[in-house]
């Protein structure tokens, strides 16, 4: 019998139970080699199998199938077998292959980049990353390169929704790198510069041994999302301690010019720090940070005209522009209008009299929504913390911790323990 | 309604003249005087009144009330004091700055510098011939006496390193505590001649660590000394204080270094400076003993009282009046400008403590400036958070703003909350990071 139909046959047969799955998946590894070679007639072998219920089988003929070069037309051809196995397939089944899984989906990002159309992939790679997940804290490879797509084709939102889950399990720590790089960008690109922060912050205070470029990457976003955010950017507070000792040495050497610009803006000076950003334009461009950098300048003028609101009740239009340097009482109304809209600050402008009333934030924390969004807070953090000593217990515990602390710690005195010394670690 | 008005009326006006209308004030504001040379310098002696001289000679110029005539009559009186002295250093940089133009008799007298110095070394081979016998003898009190004549040779010639290294040694032989103090007293007033006001501390708290209880004169001059460390290294409050203690019986004890007059300048001044009101009653106002120091200063008396009852014109005027003289003085020279700027903050700041609103026009009435220059001073001081309040820049009105606590707690809340979330979670996804790196590691090298 050919060794193909044969093996067909056992696929389909053996789909069943986990105890059959099993012995599939052990035989699915031998004949990984022959399935290569034969690759030519693996279109018709896909045709037979169903992937709901032969997942695993049609992820090894799949990803045998998909080993070679694939020409543009063929392409067009596999990325709806590959999306369509995505969509169908069975999450414990493919599981059993973590590494077959990824490398095919690695190939249908390759091919839909090919193709010019990374939106065609957004969702299966969304289902995709959700079904490898063991859990929803865990990481996997196929998250950055999901985010990688969201990114090229601009569905923000789509992204969004799954870095709203929170990781703290990883495979591999390039996997984070990515995945905090991609995802930061992603968070600027909705203007929700905290948690674009949280995620650079990630990247960049990560055990490292040894500088990586995304890292370096990061820092350059970090710092300018920082000046965006928090107004303020100092060398000397910028790495915490628990950031690796390679990122604090090195990462401040492949960043210059972005401390300068931070340094620029720390004077408070929007003429100076225009001038900076005109000579510098170039290098901001090729980091491709043009325009987190223009926002940069304009966080300065909002920063400027919020301070005024702790020390003005009602301003001019002509003051505001005068302090804060801009050119005409029209810009200032414009400025004043857009933090307004956005929610910066609380304000009242009368035309009439070319004035700006400030008033306090209108917020009273005596509503229900308040109470039970502090409620919820509350539970939240509560079973965070739980988790931490969760954690910290499963430390404790661990055989690799013990033998490396035992062989550290002191001897005991003589009259804490009464035992022979021999029997110490 | 009628005899609402007229109760009201006397009041608001009051607050409003503010001790600005001439005809409303009840003490007569005296305008500072150009300083009369001749009776300032009569208060000091010895090197203190020449460096004073010389000082005001250099910086007599550039002031706008000074006069060529004020600065050739300085170098004229210092010139004097140094013939009747032996000092030939001085006397050639004084004879130098004077150029020939107060006439012959006030020329470089370089027969007089000749038989100075002749005389100074005779005098000093004789002292030292002295002081090697006594050591050979070993008497500690005559090896004291010789080595504190040879600190009062280098002194009187000026050579104020030497003098100082010779007071220091004397330490060793002092055995009562009246040689200590003695010798402390010597080695303050060289080192505060020589501006070396760290020693000048050292050796107060020496002085007045010894064992017999301090005459109250020795007292009152070495709470002076400290009182102008303490001056010289910024420390106002310090200051305020040492001056404030010292006792009415120094008069005229100190005038090698200090006046009474200055010690009530300087004291008033860094009081209102540094104190809060509650210190300034109790400790200047109703100090009986630094009243007598007033005395000698009305101005300061009547500037430090204005201040106290708020006639904030008043007393900006006063303290204006003063400035000229005051920047002419050897110790207060660098710090009168920061003093100033305190006193004046602290006036802006008291003026608006007690009131919900302010009208700018008014206070700038009171204050004797223009609206916006108000305006830009009170933005400076609330953006350094030491008014609490906003200010209405159409209607020209302050309004004090307490900062409502419930709302900011809430906010620190929440805050707080959020902070916490992000730490943790970051740190239990760095360490699982670095379990996953152990991990590897450790199965590489099994």
Redesign the interface.
């Known amino acids: 019998m050919d060794p193909l139909e044969a093996l067909v046959a056992q696929i389909q047969g053996l789909s069943s139970t986990p105890g059959d799955i099993a012995r599939l998946h052990v035989i699915l590894k031998q004949a990984d080699d022959s399935l290569r070679s034969e690759s030519t007639r693996l279109s018709s072998v896909l045709a037979q199998l169903a992937p709901s219920e032969h997942s695993l089988g049609f992820l090894y003929v799949l990803d045998a199938f998909t080993s070679g070069q694939i020409s543009k037309q063929q392409a067009e051809t596999t990325v709806p077998i590959i999306t369509g196995f995505i969509n169908a397939c069975n999450a414990e089944q493919i599981r059993l292959a973590p590494e077959k899984f990824v490398l095919v989906c690695k190939r249908l990002k390759d091919q839909v980049m090919m193709l010019e159309a990374p939106i065609r992939s957004v969702g299966p790679l969304f289902t995709a990353a959700r079904k490898l997940q063991l859990s929803t804290e865990h990481l996997t490879p196929l998250h950055s390169d999901f985010l990688l797509l969201c990114l090229l084709a601009k569905c923000y939102k789509t992204g969004l929704s799954i870095l709203e889950d929170g990781i703290f399990e990883v495979d591999q720590p390039r996997d984070l790198f990515l995945y905090c790089y991609y995802g930061g960008m992603i968070c600027i690109g909705l203007k929700r510069f905290q948690k674009a922060l949280d995620l650079l912050h990630n990247v960049v205070t990560a055990p490292m041994s040894s500088l990586n470029a995304i890292a370096v990457e990061a820092y350059k976003k970090y710092i300018l999302v920082s000046l965006i955010h928090h107004g303020q950017w100092q060398i000397s507070t910028s790495l915490p301690k628990y950031a690796s000792s390679v990122a604090q040495r090195s990462l401040k050497n492949f960043c210059q010019h972005y401390i300068e610009l931070a340094n620029s803006y720390g004077t408070e000076k929007i003429a100076e720090l225009e001038a900076y950003v005109q000579t510098n334009t170039e290098k901001f461009e090729n980091d491709n940070n043009l325009g987190l950098v223009k926002q940069v300048v304009l966080s300065m003028y909002k920063r400027n005209i919020q301070r005024l609101t702790q020390t003005y009740l009602t301003l001019s239009l002509q003051d505001i522009a005068n302090t804060v340097q801009l050119n005409s009482p029209k810009e200032a109304e414009m400025h004043v209008l857009q933090m307004i809209q956005d929610g910066e600050i609380y304000a009242t402008i009368n035309q009439r009299d070319g004035m700006v009333r400030f008033l306090e934030d209108p917020e009273q924390y005596k509503t229900c929504e308040m109470i039970e969004h502090i409620d919820s807070s509350i539970q939240r953090i509560m079973a965070l913390s739980r988790k931490l000593s969760a954690m910290d217990e499963q430390i404790s515990c661990d055989q690799l911790y013990l033998s490396k602390v035992g062989r550290e710690r002191q001897r005991y005195d003589f009259d804490d323990f009464d035992v022979p010394t021999k029997f110490n670690i | 309604m009628d005899a609402d008005d007229d109760t009201c009326a006397p009041i608001t006006d009051e607050i409003r003249a503010n001790g600005g209308g001439e005809q409303r004030t009840r003490r007569p504001i005296i305008s500072g005087d150009q300083l009369d040379i001749e009776a300032y310098a009569s208060l000091y002696s010895g090197r203190t009144k020449i460096m004073r001289l010389l000082f005001i000679a250099d910086h007599c110029s550039d002031e706008k009330i000074g006069n060529p005539s004020m600065k050739l009559d300085a170098l004229r009186m210092a010139y004097d004091e140094i013939k009747k002295g032996e000092n030939t250093q001085l006397m050639r940089e004084v004879a130098q700055k004077i150029n020939g133009r107060l006439g012959p008799s006030y020329e470089l007298d370089s027969a007089w510098c000749d038989t100075v110095d002749r005389r100074a070394e005779q005098k000093k081979e004789k002292l030292e011939n002295e002081l090697n016998a006594y050591r050979t003898n070993l008497i500690k009190e005559s090896i004291r006496m010789g080595y504190n004549d040879f600190g009062d040779f280098y002194y009187a010639h000026g050579q104020l390193g030497d003098a100082f290294k010779s007071y220091v040694r004397t330490r060793d032989y002092c055995t009562t505590s009246k040689h200590i103090v003695h010798m402390c007293m010597s080695v303050i007033l060289v080192s505060i001649e020589m501006g070396q006001f760290t020693h000048v501390t050292s050796y107060v708290n020496k002085a007045e660590q010894a064992p017999d209880a301090l005459d109250p004169i020795t007292a009152a001059k070495l709470r002076c000394a400290a009182g102008l460390a303490n001056l010289e290294a910024k420390k106002y409050k310090l200051a305020a204080r040492k001056f404030l203690e010292t006792n009415p019986e120094l008069g005229s004890h100190f005038s090698e270094v200090i006046a009474p007059q200055d010690v009530a300048t300087y004291g008033g001044l860094c009081a209102l400076a540094t104190f809060d009101r509650t210190e300034l009653k109790s400790k200047v106002i109703d100090n009986l003993n630094f009243r007598n120091f007033l005395e000698l200063v009305p101005e300061v008396r009547e500037l430090i009282n204005d201040f106290y009852s708020s006639h904030y014109a008043s007393c900006l005027q006063y303290l204006g009046n003063l400035k000229a003289n005051l920047l002419l003085d050897i110790h207060l020279h660098d710090h009168v400008e920061t003093l100033y700027d305190q006193i004046r903050h602290k006036a802006l700041i008291q003026y608006t403590l007690p009131f919900v609103s302010v009208d700018l026009n008014m206070m700038a009435n009171a204050f004797k400036t223009t609206v916006a220059e108000l305006q830009k001073e009170l ?1 400076a001081l ?2 350094d958070n030491q008014i609490q309040a ?6 020209k009105i302050l ?1 004090a703003r307490h900062a ?1 606590q ?2 900011a707690t ?1 906010q620190r ?2 805050e707080t ?2 902070e ?3 730490d ?16 590897v590691r ?1 199965l590489r090298k099994l």
């Not at chain 2, 943790?424 to 991990?439: A, E, F, G, I, T």
């Open positions: 933005e609330i953006t906003r200010i209405d820049s159409h209607n309004y409502d419930r709302n809430f809340v929440l909350g959020r916490f979330d992000r943790v979670r970051s740190m239990l996804l760095r360490s699982n990071l670095v379990k996953h790196d152990y991990n450790h």
